[in-house]
Nanobody, 116 residues
C-alpha cells in the first residue's frame, strides 16, 4: 500500500536546524522527481525543494542557501536538511511527487515551528 510518512519536525529557535525525512512503502523514490512542499495556515501547499532521477535539485527562492534536499536510494528515503531557520519557515512540511498535478496521496506531514 502506498503511504508517505514524514518525520523530523519539531520546535526550534530561529537560527536552528532540523532534518526532515520522508519514507514510504510501495513507491521507489529514485525513479521519480520528488520534492518537499510546505503549507501555511489558510494557504495552498507550495513546493520548496525537489530532486530528480539524476539527483539534480531545485529550490524555491525563499529557501535557497538554507535548505538542502537529498536522497538515499538504498534506504529509499528523501531528506530535507534545513538550517538558519526563520519564523516564516513555520509550516507543515510534506513530501510527494513533483509536479503536484501527479502527486500521490498526501501523508500527514510533519510540523515545523520556528520560534523567535
Amino acid at each position: 500500500q502506498e503511504q508517505l510518512v514524514e518525520s523530523g519536525g519539531g520546535l526550534v529557535q530561529a537560527g536552528g536546524s532540523l532534518r526532515l525525512s520522508c519514507a514510504t512503502s510501495g513507491i521507489i523514490f529514485s525513479i521519480w522527481t520528488v520534492g518537499w512542499y510546505r503549507q501555511f495556515p489558510g494557504k495552498q501547499r507550495e513546493l520548496v525543494a525537489s530532486i530528480n532521477t539524476r539527483a539534480s535539485t531545485s529550490y524555491a527562492d525563499s529557501v535557497k542557501g538554507r535548505f538542502t534536499i537529498s536522497r538515499d536510494n538504498a534506504k529509499n528515503i528523501v531528506y530535507l536538511q534545513m538550517s538558519s531557520l526563520k519564523p516564516e519557515d513555520t509550516a507543515v512540511y510534506y513530501c510527494n511527487r513533483v509536479p503536484d498535478e501527479i502527486a500521490w496521496d498526501w501523508g500527514q506531514g510533519t510540523q515545523v515551528t520556528v520560534s523567535s
